[in-house]
């Protein structure tokens, strides 16, 4: 015969006991409850907050979140059977045991769903570096594109995987597979006759290739960029190189290395390798033809008309300047620098140092030494040839056309132009000048201090200085009586 046990409690002590008032009860109860309603050990309040999270999101209908600052009433509940009442509070209790003490494992093992799409991600193309991709579940943080967003995608899940050397492989490979031809993969330079075969767009139209579109937006673009991103020595397709956005030519550019640089740029028809580094930034030009080999960037500075020519060589900072010209071969040098407008070339070489400034005005012919100063703005000029050592001045000005020469002498300043002229060596000086016209000659005696005249005439043969005097107009040389060495003076028909 079954016995009936009785709880051993009446409702009253029940209520006293679930209301924490102190009380006599079942041992085992007391402690059931006790450690029911003591505060929080501490880590048990770990995960608190995703546990409720996790509770209130896996609730079937909608309610309001609950809220801690508010005290809520208590509901009194006469008609209740004792025993309901302590399963009721129990529950209550035993809940809030377990988001206080088992807070995170019930965050972990609760599991979220949404009724949305599922997103994909696409690794290495339009993504930004560094930006953290969550995959788990399929879902996507952090704006990465997804696959129902690409274009030419079909919308199924999974996700699109590579990075934009994975894409471009499998874009290759796709149009090999159009075109029946597979035995240009090994092949750096077949890969450019690949890429350019019209083919592109077609395979293009599906993913994964077509993930593509989302870096360069434009499919006549792709081609080039894929060019750059497998480090190809040509382009794909020259004319539609500009097409390329001037954030991927910065970055592509400077990231190739030498010979596959130089393949790039000499493979450009003249009009759009000068767009291509019009676009560049100072940093990206500098990084381009720090890689180039100084025959290649010789080449490709020749090819620039003269806007362009002056908009790369006045970017680029003087130390890139100085290590440049020096090393470029002289035909190229020679077609550089006179093919520079005048205000570029002032600059440029304005700012090389002595030795770079003689190692290359010494280098140019006498006519193309002519060409690059004619027309320099006098600042330049001026700094140009106060720069140049003695024995390198004198080299160059002998070098120069008489016409140039007399020029240049005329349209310095009377202070630069006493430099310059004592700065001669004296056999230099003679040279310099004898060659001047008649005119020029006149112009810088009358110029230069009286002092500066009779010291540099001093300097020369007494038959040179007779001889050089002797072309100045009698206005001029009787000026001149008072400042001559009496040596000279006698020398002259005066």
């Given amino acids: 015969m079954r016995t009936r046990h009785s709880i051993g409690i009446t409702r009253r002590t029940a209520e006293q006991l679930l209301d924490g008032a102190a009380g006599s009860g079942p041992d085992h109860l007391i402690q059931v409850l006790s450690a029911a309603t003591a505060s929080a050990r501490e880590g048990e309040l770990a995960g608190e907050r995703a546990a409720v999270a996790a509770f209130e999101a896996s609730l079937s209908f909608e ?174 397709v020259p004319g539609d190189f500009t097409r390329l956005p001037a954030s991927i030519l910065n970055q592509g550019l400077s990231g190739l290395p030498s010979t596959d640089l130089a393949g790039v740029l000499t493979s450009l028809p003249a009009g759009t390798l000068s767009q291509t580094l019009d676009e560049l930034s100072p940093t990206a030009l500098t990084s381009v033809f720090t890689t180039l080999p100084s025959g290649t960037a010789g080449s490709v500075l020749s090819e620039l008309p003269a806007s362009s020519l002056g908009s790369v060589l006045t970017a680029l900072p003087a130390s890139s300047v100085t290590s440049l010209l020096p090393s470029l071969q002289t035909s190229d040098l020679t077609e550089v620098l006179t093919t520079l407008p005048n205000p570029a070339t002032g600059t440029v070489l304005s700012e090389l140092p002595a030795s770079d400034l003689t190692q290359v005005l010494t280098a140019l012919p006498s006519s193309a030494l002519g060409n690059v100063f004619t027309g320099l703005p006098t600042s330049d000029l001026s700094e140009i040839l106060t720069t140049l050592p003695s024995s ?103």
């Fill in 63 to 236: 309610a309001k979140p609950l809220s801690h600052a508010a005290t809520p009433r208590k509901r009194k509940m006469p008609n209740l059977p004792l025993m309901k009442l302590l399963s009721m509070k129990a529950v209550m209790w035993s809940l809030a045991g377990l988001v206080a003490a088992g807070g995170a494992a019930t965050a972990g093992t609760v599991a979220f769903t949404s009724s949305g799409p599922t997103s994909t991600v696409n690794n290495g193309v339009g993504t930004p570096a560094g930006n953290p991709v969550a995959t788990t579940g399929g879902a996507v943080s952090d704006g990465a594109p997804t696959q129902a967003s690409m274009p030419g995608s079909s919308g199924s899940s999974g996700a699109l995987s590579g990075t934009p050397v994975q894409l471009c492989d499998d874009l290759t490979s796709g149009v090999e597979s159009v075109i029946g031809d597979t035995g240009n993969a090994a092949d750096k330079a077949g890969l450019s006759s690949v890429l350019a075969n019209p083919a592109v767009s077609q395979v293009l139209a599906s993913a994964p290739a077509s993930a593509l579109l989302n870096t360069v937006d434009s499919a006549t673009a792709v081609p080039d960029y894929c060019g750059l991103v497998l480090a190809l020595p040509t382009v794909p």
């Fill in 392 to 494: 390198a001045l004198g080299t160059v000005l002998t070098a120069l056309p008489a016409a140039t020469l007399g020029s240049v002498l005329t349209q310095l300043p009377a202070g630069n132009l006493s430099n310059v002229l004592t700065a001669l060596p004296t056999s230099d000086l003679g040279g310099v000048l004898g060659t001047l016209p008649t005119g020029d000659l006149s112009s810088v005696m009358t110029t230069l201090p009286s002092s500066t005249t009779g010291s540099l005439m001093g300097k020369l043969p007494s038959s040179t200085a007779s001889h050089i005097l002797r072309k100045l107009p009698a206005s001029v040389l009787n000026g001149l009586q008072g400042v001559l060495p009496s040596s000279i003076l006698a020398l002259l028909p005066l």
